[in-house]
């Protein structure tokens, strides 16, 4: 089915709860509510919205609702093979939950638990929602607008790359500013990653 048709489906269900859709270029972006989202992805997949690409947030510091989960719906196979619709639904800072998708679609696991690990968004009905990039008991979210870029000190011994706060010239985290702009026929600089533990840097 073609992205505008599935629009027109969603908001006959969901009198009230899907608003106004917007196109770019032939891209569709459609806001909902956020209680209905589970349902609207059951209805997107018996549409032939078979693939669940990518779920991700938005963190608009200073607004209310704070939080936007974004999801990129595609159709794969059928007459309208690659058709593509992207939803977006509001999630307040004072209630940070949502319905999980991992019902509906597989999928849905990893990409969860990278929004609450970054984010701290909860997922109701996850089937493992557990930190996916950063340890379990890191206390903090990096992915938060008012979380600084030089990180946050916690407690974690050993390791001096995330337990304290990051220098921003040559840190870790940061590459140290050129002293020149580069010219043509320059060698390429090379940017070393941080170690991920200290013993590494004896090697």
Request: hydrophobic fraction near 35%; avoid cysteine.
């Amino acid at each position: 089915m073609p992205a505008p048709d599935a629009i027109a489906s969603l908001q006959k269900a969901f009198p009230g709860k899907v608003g106004q859709a917007k196109e770019f270029r032939g891209d569709y972006n459609l806001e909902l509510d956020r209680e209905i989202i589970r349902d609207v992805a059951s209805h997107l997949k018996s549409l032939g919205f078979n693939l669940l690409l990518d779920i991700s947030s938005v963190d608009h510091f200073g607004d209310e609702p704070r939080f936007e989960v974004v999801y990129e719906f595609a159709a794969l196979g059928g007459e309208h093979d690659q058709a593509h619709l992207r939803l977006k639904t509001k999630v307040s800072e004072d209630d940070l939950t949502i319905d999980s998708l991992a019902p509906v679609f597989q999928g849905a696991d990893w990409h969860e638990r990278e929004v609450f690990d970054m984010m701290g968004i909860t997922f109701k009905g996850h089937p493992d929602l557990r930190r996916i990039l950063m340890w379990d008991g890191y206390p903090f979210h990096p992915l938060k607008k008012d979380f600084p870029l030089e990180g946050l000190p916690s407690d974690l011994p050993g390791e001096e790359g995330f337990s304290r706060r990051a220098p921003l010239e040559g840190g870790p985290f940061v590459a140290a500013p050129l002293t020149k702009p580069p010219e043509v026929g320059d060698a390429p600089t090379t940017i070393h990653e941080p170690h991920a533990h200290p013993a590494e840097r004896e090697k």
